[in-house]
């Protein structure tokens, strides 16, 4: 019997990032590997890292109006700290032990799909949490200006139920 192992393409062997997909919430992923993604992030909330606790707190004390963080989402296979979904913002803490080449494929599939990932180390929110949080809120705002200025899916921009009204009359 063999068995199944992961492993990181060479970069040369590497396809670009995967399309999303009629299975597994829009992912090519099994039910089963989502159960489990979604048991081991529930795992990864009860036991924070020291930054994710830190940086938790800070982005509940910070104003964020409307929108909110939550901690440890699965988004494809991915499992991120924390997620604005609604924005579309995935903020990660690197650890000192993490694996940078996995860490820039995740990236690379979660930008594809129009998420913007935000990277900061570990050190760096465990000595100015306040910094790390200000930036945050800079591209949240970025983000939102940028949703604004998309036109709407209606075409015309304004409320969708305007159509209905229209063709009413």
């Known amino acids: 019997m063999t068995r199944k192992t992961l492993s990181v393409l060479p970069p040369e062997e590497r396809?670009?990032?995967?399309?999303?997909?009629?299975?597994?919430?829009?992912?090519?992923?099994?039910?089963?590997?989502?159960?489990?993604?979604?048991?081991?992030a529930r795992e990864m909330r009860r036991a924070p890292t020291e930054a994710?606790?830190?940086?938790?707190?800070?982005?509940?004390a910070a104003e964020l109006g409307k929108f909110r963080f939550r901690r440890q989402v699965v988004i494809g296979s991915a499992i991120v700290d924390?997620?604005?979904?609604?924005?579309?913002?995935?903020?990660?803490?690197?650890?000192p032990d993490a694996n940078a080449e996995l860490d820039r494929r995740r990236d690379a599939s979660l930008e594809h799909v129009g998420i913007k990932v935000l990277r900061f180390p570990a050190a760096e929110v465990l000595a100015d949490v306040e910094a790390v949080t200000a930036k945050i809120v800079a591209e949240m705002k970025a983000r939102?200006?940028?949703?604004?200025?998309?036109?709407?899916?209606?075409?015309?921009?304004?409320?969708?139920?305007?159509?209905d009204r229209d063709s009413r009359r």
């Open 15 to 40: 396809a670009e990032a995967p399309q999303l997909q009629k299975k597994g919430r829009g992912w090519n992923i099994a039910e089963s590997r989502l159960d489990t993604l979604h048991e081991t």
């Open 52 to 60: 994710q606790s830190l940086l938790g707190e800070a982005l509940v």
């Open 82 to 95: 924390f997620a604005s979904q609604s924005l579309k913002i995935v903020v990660e803490i690197d650890e």
């Open 144 to 163: 939102y200006a940028e949703q604004r200025a998309r036109p709407r899916g209606n075409g015309r921009g304004g409320y969708k139920g305007d159509r």
